[in-house]
């Protein structure tokens, strides 16, 4: 069956329906990870927005158990080639059915690097799969333009608290959309890792007299999280160690008087430089976000750059002064994408005053 | 890390000759390698003993020696120009070998100098077995476990604690024969004793059993702060079993997942680490298909194949990157060449595929196996790139130039299905032939998996590939199905065929209905930055950004294609040349061309670059996009040259000499018209289709005949028939192929063969220098031993040779290149051959000479004169130098390929000896091809009936060198009653000891047996004799000539060498 991907500046791409043939409308933005197309299907960091594989072949080694979270959480999935017949030790079935199963529409078949580059040029922008024929572009641009993905991490956070037992250090997690990976490496590390729902309260955490705070990554625009970032603000006088990831670093950043803005296209992919200024040493991280802390804005007293994209320069990580709190802006649980900076979870362990 | 300021000339060691597994691969990167070094401003000295190269040019090094590589020169060259620093990890192995081996004896220390880009201790770690072993244990990456046993018993008790199946290689044993696989007690019993008993030190290495396992390797970059990044990873569709060298590849990987791309990734971090490399590396991996248990098979600490393969899938320039690193900078102060945006210190991201090909050189040698194994085969390679998998394969096919566009070009239909299979169970070039024709009979994915264990992700792309050829077959031809046999690149010529339509006919509907190809970029970061580097691929059905083109004058240069055997990177050194030349002119230049290993297919050479298959079809698909003012086909050899027809067609103008003057040349009869017309003789001889024909004309002129099919290079299909049975066995090879032109029969000459390149404006001519060949006719000039200036020809002679080449390119209408061969008889002159193109001697000559000859001739194609450019027409003066070009080989890997040298090319490369005296440069030829000479100052001779009276003279000149001559039965004889002190020596026939026990006892230093012709019992002898020597490293003779060469040059062997610097060799 035919579907058509409908842009917000009335870019039209036809391709073959793959998937639910539900219509969506959503955030368009690209990853440029050549694999993991699983573990970025269940990111729950893309609730909200339609993911564009920039890599031609998707599906090669079919689903297999590398998921971050329970389900998928894209709006719609776009890719140039689905495998047919994909080929793995592990595989379990087709992205294919995969998407059916959860409802996910998408589309395939269309030229993906005329998309991406389109979307490098003019920015993130929002647009319609469908597979109606009879679409009327003057009905549904106004719709697109109107669309906004709003507060997410509600959507995503997990439901009630739950407990990966361990007998190190105690660590609770403040799940915003957490990848799966965070709280393993945190476990394979030893830690009792304790993960809360996106809204509880600081007091409810600090009563529990964790060793360190997780904050995880998540969806969305970081300023429409407005409680959260009040409880955060919490966290942060409460002198217990903080390590926070991507949505988490933000808010962080947002509840000590700093600013986010939106960037032109985001970074999602496995390949960006990031440079630890301590050290300057450079490491290939995983990514994906769509904002970025506005290092203009940081009060030196408060926080200090930690790490900087060697790309665009845009800020990647925060120390805070005075406290045990650091916050990145890109994923050291990989997954997909290169595992360098694993090395942070063990800088959290240090700074809960563990050991490796 | 700012630039370490203490480095300000750099000495850099070339790879030497082109052999199968070191080629041109060394030279991009050399060159590139060089180049960034200048743009830092240091100063290079470049040693390289192969002329044909582009690193070995002026305009790449400020000093450049084309000498030997051997410890002792570099040593000499040390001490001569004092440079502070040596880079060894850009020559492949022989580089870090020549490094190692400087750096060990404290050579370099003692002159204050440093290695740059590695250290001793790094290349150790690699490179040494146990020391590898120990490191990758240290850091916890597996390595299959192997150990050394001299017992059965220790084989049994070692394999309990590792596991079956195991591999058994005994120790020095022929090509690894006595060797296999046990999958059990009683087949590791049998296999452990035989090989013991075969191997001469009784000593066999037994090691876990990874074949089958999928090979994956990672390039991976670090600097001096540790940074590191894998630049690509690469995925073999021959499992480990196959050389990766002669796999077929395809990057990035397909079938793993994120888990083990991951996994990988980070094993080969680590080990990049360990080593403490700074710079590139390349590290192998075979991984287990169902688990994800790994191994490293192996970790190249410098730049290689795989590097240059890696560059140009993702356009990451690792060799530049890498001479940066050298100089102290890290990853993130070095600039992307490609987005000039971002830097170093980044993973390229591919939106598209890329597939690598093999070039195997079956075709040359019929005799030799086709079967693949751990030892490399293949001359060269071709690569494509699609945003599909089937596509990209569908292009590297056709990029070989091996007579195949689809799965359908090897026939496997006549096969019972019993003999299918067993051809399933074969492991040679043509495999994906045979899965094809299994999937044609529906045998299934599993079972194929079962015996090919490649990997079912790509059986099915096969699959995909054969139902297409079934639609197209069976079904309508409409625009949708069209569209889809296109978007997997299936040429419009196989799409005839299966639809029973014409060429043109899909041609049209395809023009009609829009579908044509687009050209996509390669941009190292899947269109995330905006990227202005014109490197491009095509693709069916997709969005055109190939950027406009600017006012100038635009040129089409089109490429020489894979390295083969009889067009090597000579081709490569003028087709790039020709690019600079007409930039310097001011035109727009564009590139074509498939081979990854090349400076051509480097992003900065040309304004563009299109990595595209050279046939017909693909280019004239960039034609019509890019509308070029004119082609140039002269300087990409035979594979440019066959598409000038079509080029013409297209309404392309070719550049220089007409195409119907480049046809006078290859046909028969006009070129006889030629010859009659200018006063030129040559051998008598006529044009045949059928071996009835060719006998008659042999009778009509008298055996010996020189037999060959008509537009070829390299002399392929070229013999010398001496009767009836020979010319219907000719004939058949040449017509295995079908012929669209006749078959050349001549007359045999026997004389000195002379070889003259020139430049001709279409009036006057300018001949560099005239080469003078030590063999006598009979053996290919790509072959021989090749002396300028021609040493023994007459000042008449030399006369009419310029005389006749004016001639010749006068009445050709040459305007750029020609190259004719002679022969010399009794001072007379005959015309053997005229080509009116580059040849293999243009770059050697060139230098030796200091004209720059390619730049001369595009030059001329643009409208310059010889004169105007301050030439004086004729021949040139002679320069102060003897250059001697000396044939390389690589039969030793080449399993069961005749060695004997006659009319077909088979050497690989080539290196240079320049002195200022004939015997030093003669000395200096045989030294930089590997003939070390003397050792034990034994020897074998065993010569034919007709060379026995040479042999005494050559047999005396050795005896007087101290060598002790071994000869069988009618050779020792016949020296001996003409006064050679021989030791008779049994034939391998004969009881033990034989000439077969000398030769394995490895106390033999040269081999000089003349083949006799025919496939007779005395043949095949020699035929063994031959192979032996060769599998064992001795030097093996075939021609009397090159035997008393190698006499001169051992009679003149000093060990002071003169160095010439070619970079001050002056412009004449």
């Not at chain 2, 089409?556 to 930039?583: K, M, N």
Request: hydrophobic share 40%; glycine share 8%; proline share 4%.
């Amino acid at each position: 069956m035919k579907a058509f991907l409908i842009l917000e500046d009335g870019n039209v791409f036809t391709g073959t329906s793959i998937g639910s043939t539900r219509e969506v409308i959503s955030e368009i933005v690209f990853n440029t990870s050549m694999t993991g197309y699983l573990e970025v299907l269940t990111d729950p960091s893309y609730a909200g927005q339609a993911v564009v594989m920039t890599y031609p072949l998707i599906g090669n080694y079919g689903i297999t158990p590398d998921m971050e979270s329970g389900r998928p959480w894209v709006d719609g999935y776009i890719v140039r080639e689905l495998s047919r017949m994909p080929s793995n030790f592990r595989c379990e079935g087709t992205i294919q059915d995969f998407l059916k199963k959860y409802d996910i529409p998408g589309i395939a078949g269309i030229d993906t690097r005329a998309l991406t580059k389109l979307l490098r040029e003019k920015g993130t922008m929002n647009g319609m799969i469908t597979t109606d024929e009879n679409y009327n572009l003057d009905e549904i641009i106004p719709k697109l333009k109107a669309y906004t993905t709003g507060n997410v991490v509600d959507k995503v956070t997990c439901e009630e608290k739950s407990v990966l037992p361990g007998k190190g250090k105690k660590v609770a997690l403040l799940d915003l959309g957490a990848k799966r990976n965070i709280a393993q490496s945190l476990n394979k590390r030893g830690c009792e890792v304790t993960i809360y729902p996106a809204h509880t309260t600081a007091e409810e955490i600090l009563s529990t007299n964790p060793d360190g705070i997780m904050l995880s990554n998540g969806p969305g625009d970081p300023k429409e999280c407005k409680e959260i970032i009040a409880e955060i603000r919490k966290l942060y006088e409460s002198d217990t160690p903080i390590f926070a990831i991507c949505l988490g670093h933000q808010l962080m950043a947002l509840a000590t008087g700093a600013d986010t803005y939106h960037l032109k296209y985001g970074h999602r992919g496995g390949n960006h430089p990031v440079k630890d200024l301590k050290t300057n040493r450079v490491y290939i991280s995983s990514q994906n976000h769509g904002y970025a802390v506005d290092t203009n804005t940081l009060d030196e007293k408060i926080a200090k750059p930690a790490f900087v994209n060697v790309n665009d320069g845009t800020n990647e990580g925060l120390e805070y002064v005075g406290k045990n709190i650091f916050t990145v802006q890109f994923h050291p649980e990989a997954c997909p994408g290169p595992q360098d900076s694993a090395y942070l979870f063990d800088r959290f362990i240090e700074m809960m005053g563990g050991t490796k | 890390m700012p630039k370490n300021k203490d480095i300000k000339k750099v000495l850099v060691i070339g790879s030497g000759p082109i052999v199968i597994g070191q080629a041109a691969e060394f030279d991009y990167a050399g060159t590139q390698a060089c180049r960034s070094l200048k743009e830092e401003g240091i100063e290079v000295v470049l040693v390289n003993s192969n002329p044909a190269t582009i690193m070995t040019d002026k305009d790449i090094a400020d000093e450049v020696y084309i000498e030997p590589l051997t410890a002792k020169v570099l040593e000499q060259i040390i001490i001569k120009e004092k440079p502070d620093s040596v880079l060894p990890t850009l020559g492949g192995q022989a580089g870090l070998n020549l490094g190692m081996e400087l750096a060990e004896s404290g050579f370099l220390e003692k002159h204050g100098v440093k290695l740059i880009g590695t250290t001793a201790e790094t290349i150790f770690k690699a490179e040494d077995r146990q020391a590898f072993k120990d490191t990758m244990e240290k850091i916890g990456e597996p390595c299959a476990p192997s150990q050394v046993v001299h017992n059965v018993e220790d084989g049994i008790k070692f394999t309990n604690t590792i596991g079956y199946p195991v591999v058994l290689r005994p120790a020095y044993t022929l090509g690894g024969s006595g060797g296999g696989i046990a999958h059990n007690e009683t087949e590791l019993i049998d296999i452990l004793s035989n090989g013991l008993r075969l191997s001469r030190v009784g000593e066999v290495l037994v090691e876990r059993c990874i074949a089958g396992w999928k090979e994956i390797e990672y390039e991976v970059m670090r600097d001096a702060n540790g940074n590191c990044i894998t630049v690509c990873n690469m995925e073999n569709i021959d499992p480990v079993g196959v050389h990766t060298g002669d796999s077929i590849v395809v990057a990035p990987s397909q079938t793993l997942g994120d888990k083990e791309y991951q996994m990988l990734r980070t094993s080969a971090l680590n080990i990049i680490s360990e080593l403490n490399i700074t710079g590139g590396c390349n590290v192998q991996y075979a991984l287990h298909p169902e688990t994800f248990e790994y191994c490293v098979i192996e970790v190249n600490p410098r730049v290689s194949r795989s590097s240059a393969l890696a560059s140009k899938a993702t356009g990451y320039p690792i060799a530049k990157v890498a001479a940066k690193i050298a100089l102290g900078y890290t990853l993130d102060e070095i600039k992307n060449a490609i987005t000039g945006k971002t830097y170093a210190s980044f993973e390229p991201m591919l939106d598209y595929c890329v597939v690598k090909i093999p070039r195997l050189p079956f075709d040359k040698f019929i005799t030799a196996k086709r079967t693949l194994t751990t030892q490399m085969k293949a001359t060269g390679e071709v690569m494509s790139i699609c945003n599909n998998f089937e596509g990209a394969l569908m292009k590297a096919i056709r990029s070989l130039e091996q007579h195949v566009d689809s799965l359908l070009s090897y026939d496997f239909s006549k096969l019972s299905d019993e003999e299918l299979q067993e051809q399933l169970h074969v492991v040679d070039d043509r495999r994906i032939w045979v899965i094809a024709e299994a999937l044609r009979r529906g045998v299934s994915y599993d079972k194929i998996h079962e015996i090919t264990k490649i990997d079912k992700w790509f059986i099915d792309k096969l699959a995909i590939l054969v139902e297409m050829e079934q639609d197209l077959k069976t079904k309508p031809l409409t625009v949708e199905l069209l569209k889809e046999a296109k978007r997997m690149e299936f040429p419009d010529k196989v799409i005839a065929e299966l639809t029973g339509k014409s060429e043109k006919e899909i041609h049209d509907m395809r023009y009609e209905n829009g579908i044509v190809a687009a050209f996509k970029m390669v941009d190292t970061c899947a269109a995330e930055f905006e990227a202005s580097t014109p490197y491009y691929y095509s693709v069916f059905g997709s969005e055109n950004e190939a950027e406009e083109t600017t006012p100038k004058k635009k040129v089409l240069v089109l490429g020489s294609g894979p390295i083969r055997i009889g067009q090597g990177i000579e081709f490569d050194y003028c087709s790039v040349h020709s690019t600079w030349a007409f930039a310097k002119e001011g035109w727009e230049t564009v590139i074509v061309n498939n081979n990854p290993e090349t400076v051509s297919t480097d992003f900065d050479i040309a304004d563009k670059l299109y990595f595209e298959p050279l046939t017909l079809e693909d280019v004239e698909a960039i034609v019509k996009l890019e509308k070029p003012d004119g082609a140039v086909v002269q300087f990409g050899g035979q594979t440019a040259i066959k598409l000038t027809e079509s080029l013409m067609k297209m309404g392309v103008k070719i550049l220089g000499t007409k195409a119907e003057d480049v046809d006078a040349a290859e046909d028969r009869e006009l070129f006889d018209e030629i010859l009659e017309k200018t006063g030129i003789p040559r051998a008598a001889g006529g044009t045949v289709f059928t071996a009835e024909e060719a006998k008659e004309v042999a009778h009509r002129l008298g055996y010996p005949v020189l037999v060959r099919p008509s537009y070829v290079l390299g002399g392929q299909g070229m013999k010398i028939a001496y009767n009836d049975e020979e010319i219907e066995e000719f004939i058949g090879i040449i017509n295995r192929i079908a012929q669209d032109h006749p078959i050349l029969v001549d007359k045999y000459l026997m004389g000195k063969e002379i070889e003259v390149d020139a430049v001709c404006d279409g009036t006057d001519i300018l001949i560099p220098g005239i080469m003078e060949h030590i063999e006598r006719t009979g053996v290919h000039s790509g072959d021989s031993i090749s002396v300028y200036p021609a040493p023994t020809i007459s000042d008449e002679v030399r006369e009419m040779l310029v005389e006749y080449t004016k001639r010749l390119a006068q009445a050709l209408h040459v305007v750029g290149l020609i190259n004719i061969q002679f022969i010399v008889m009794d001072e007379q002159v005959y015309v053997i051959e005229v080509n009116p193109r580059s040849s293999r001697t243009v770059p050697y000559i060139s230098k030796v000479t200091g004209i720059p000859i390619v730049d001369l001739a595009t030059k001329v194609i643009i409208g310059n004169t010889i004169k105007g450019m301050g030439y004086t027409p004729g021949l040139a003066p002679t320069a102060d130098y003897i250059a001697i070009k000396m044939p390389v080989f690589s039969f030793e890997k080449l399993r069961g390929a005749e060695i004997s040298l006659g009319p077909e090319m088979k050497s690989t490369g080539e290196c240079l000896g320049i002195a200022k005296t004939f015997d030093e440069a003669l000395y200096k030829a045989f030294l930089g091809a590997g003939v070390q000479l003397p050792k034990y100052k034994q020897m074998i001779m065993t010569v034919k009936d007709a060379d026995k009276p040479e042999a005494v003279g050559v047999a005396k000149r050795f005896a007087a060198l101290g060598y002790k001559i071994y000869a069988t039965r009618s050779t020792a004889k016949y020296l001996q009653e003409h006064g050679v002190d021989a030791l008779r020596v049994n034939k391998i026939t004969q009881e033990s000891p034989n000439v077969m026990d000398l030769i394995l006892g490895h106390k033999i230093d040269l081999v000089i047996d003349t083949p006799t012709q025919g496939n007779g019992d005395k043949n095949r002898d020699g035929f063994l004799i031959r192979r032996n020597a060769i599998e064992t490293g001795v030097y093996c003779i075939t021609a009397m000539d090159t035997a008393n060469a190698l006499a001169t040059s051992l009679e003149n062997a000093q060990s002071e060498l003169t160095l010439v610097d070619i970079a001050t060799v002056k412009n004449i």
